[in-house]
């Protein structure tokens, strides 16, 4: 009995290992080959990646696909804390029974492809041009929307978390308005949420490429695809530390998470 | 600190078409502490809310000290509540959850924060957060958090019924003597009889969006206004009788009643097991069916014929009840209310 345990037991031990292997080396392997690839001048181009000025004089379009991106990560994800947070709050205190419309709208742009969506933006970017100019930024408007299936959901978990209804009935009890309520009561409750959100919404934009090429807007992923056809080195380079970039953020994401669980 | 009158003007809500408040009316005199009494869905807490802004009516109005505040919004309506949910804000300590009102009033939150954590005894915990006290303690908080701003109003809507039987009443007796303290009119919502008989000066037992009975503890208890009242606030006794002028016949003793009716005169009336007695008689009625021993006191279940009594007795005499003994059934002529018959 105990032997059979213990064969199963180490049965499951290989099962795991494997798996972990073979994960990691078709996640790895790829990683490797391009850190290899980038290094073959003798470190030359990640010298030139992170010598900023040089790197814009070099390769403009690459510099200004990098800001624009970041531009355009920082603006999406504030519109999106701006029009979700409120709104989430709200429909939680005062039109609960909204909420299966308001999540079903919210998680609408998972189910349409990027393509598809262009094809519907196109004509309102018709009018976005008109208004606010072709530049790179108003791709943010297009990428609020893109995020907030993801958004929504870790916004909604945060406030699953604390009992919105009565802490905003006990502060309203005590004399705050609905302002306060959001902002001191509600806000500092759902932190975690919040920045899972903002998180998530920057390592979406920064991968984002269906939509800004198709609209003929550029940011990172459209300047790093370009670049390909010139500067394979740099190209790849640049991918990578999008990518490392983009751990970084999911990890700090989950160490966020962590500590709110262990200071409860 | 003096309290201020408070009056609910025939006010009524439904929801979804099925009435919670239907044409409430209600005078708390100034630094009284009423109990809205009644089962779930009577109303009680759909009542505090409105009183508290939290709840729209329908109709009716809400008067505080004389000033129409009906549509005044919660957040100016100067009264502190505490929930039945924990509702301390989960990010701050004890000392800055009391602290949240008064900085809201912009006053000097310090001293008279702690001088409330004081008040009901948790001062040694001021920075603990929430999640680090107990049920009690938290509850301890939101009441020092709702006497902070010094209300017009305390509204307390079952801030008990979390908590585990020792510490609900310690807390209970806290609550009335602060209250006794501070002189705040108060509203206490409860479902739990003997909570609402021990702490209020006067208790309203509700029932279907109205008020059945407004009365002192003793009254409520003594002379039940209904049938409802007797039979929700203490446990009664269904037995039959006849009605007999101002009295009725039940089990061969002529009981007075709480208040004349009309009808009958087959009737039922409602009888407290403790105005019961079970006496051990060779040539009695009744044969003891079963008994309960419940500490202090006991129960005792007899069968006169078709007609099963509960009797409160005490524990010298439930060693003499056996079960089969037979026993003669002594009633109290204390008045008695009758299920079903309308007031004449």
């Known amino acids: ?264 | 600190m003096n309290g201020v009158a408070v009056h609910l003007d025939e006010l009524r809500r439904s929801f979804g078409g099925v009435p919670a408040l239907d044409g409430l009316s209600l005078e708390i005199q100034p630094g009284e502490l009423i109990a809205l009494l009644g089962p779930s869905g009577c109303g009680k807490t759909t009542a505090l809310r409105i009183l508290a802004g939290l709840e729209d009516t329908d109709s009716g109005r809400v008067l505080v000290g004389g000033t129409d505040i009906t549509d005044r919004p919660a957040n100016r309506r100067d009264m502190g509540m505490v929930f039945q949910a924990y509702s301390l804000f989960p990010h701050l300590t004890a000392l800055q959850n009391v602290q949240f009102g008064l900085k809201l009033r912009r006053r000097a939150a310090g001293d008279r924060a702690a001088a409330m954590l004081a008040l009901v005894g948790i001062d040694a915990y001021a920075d603990r957060y929430p999640h680090q006290l107990s049920g009690g303690q938290q509850q301890r908080v939101a009441l020092a958090r709702a006497l902070a701003i010094e209300p017009q109003v305390l509204l307390l809507d079952e801030p008990l019924s979390a908590l585990d039987a020792k510490v609900r009443v310690q807390l209970r007796d806290e609550i009335r003597r602060i209250q006794t303290e501070v002189g705040t009119t108060t509203v206490f919502v409860t479902h739990d009889q003997e909570e609402a008989l021990a702490i209020a000066d006067r208790v309203g037992v509700m029932r279907a969006g109205r008020l059945e009975q407004l009365a002192a503890p003793t009254e409520v208890y003594l002379r039940p206004a209904s049938a409802f009242v007797a039979d929700f606030v203490g446990l009664s006794n269904r037995l039959p009788g006849r009605l007999d002028g101002d009295a009725v016949s039940v089990l061969g003793t002529r009981l007075p009643l709480v208040q004349a009716a009309a009808g009958g005169p087959e009737v039922t009336a409602l009888v407290r097991p403790e105005s019961v007695d079970v006496v051990p008689d060779a040539d009695g009625t009744g044969r003891v069916l079963s008994t309960t021993f419940l500490g202090p006191t006991s129960r005792v279940t007899v069968a006169v014929g078709e007609t099963l009594v509960v009797a409160q007795v005490t524990g010298e005499r439930l060693a003499e009840l056996a079960t089969d003994t037979r026993v003669r059934v002594d009633l109290r002529p204390v008045p008695v209310a009758l299920e079903g018959v309308s007031a004449s």
């Open chain 1, 1 to 264: 009995m105990a032997g059979l345990r213990a064969r199963r037991a180490r049965r499951q031990a290989v099962f795991r290992w494997t798996t972990l292997a073979v994960a990691g080396v078709a996640f790895l392997l790829p990683l490797g080959a391009m850190l290899e690839f980038t290094l073959r001048d003798g470190g030359g181009t990640w010298a030139l990646l992170i010598d900023w000025p040089q790197l814009s004089e070099t390769y403009p379009d690459l510099a200004e696909g990098i800001v624009a991106s970041f531009g355009q990560a920082v603006l999406t994800a504030l519109l999106m804390l701006v029009l979700l947070v409120p709104t989430a709050i709200w429909v939680r205190l005062r039109l609960p029974g909204l909420r299966p419309l308001v999540e079903f709208i919210c998680l609408l742009p998972l189910t349409i492809p990027a393509i598809v969506l262009v094809v519907g933006l196109a004509p309102v970017y018709a009018w976005v041009n008109y208004f606010l100019g072709s530049s790179s930024l108003t791709l943010t408007f297009a990428y609020t929307i893109l995020v907030l299936p993801y958004a929504y959901r870790a916004i909604d978990a945060g406030l699953s978390a604390i009992d919105v209804r009565t802490l905003a009935e006990a502060a309203r009890g005590l004399g705050a308005g609905w302002f306060t309520v959001m902002a001191r009561v509600v806000l500092p409750n759902i932190r975690s949420a919040v920045l899972s959100a903002a998180f998530l919404t920057v390592a979406l934009v920064l991968g984002e490429y269906t939509i800004a090429s198709l609209l003929n807007r550029t940011n990172l992923q459209v300047a790093i695809y370009l670049l390909g056809k010139s500067s394979a080195t740099m190209s790849v380079a640049v991918s990578l530390a999008a990518l490392l970039l983009a751990f970084v953020l999911l990890l700090l994401l989950s160490l966020v998470g962590d500590r709110r669980k262990a200071s409860r």
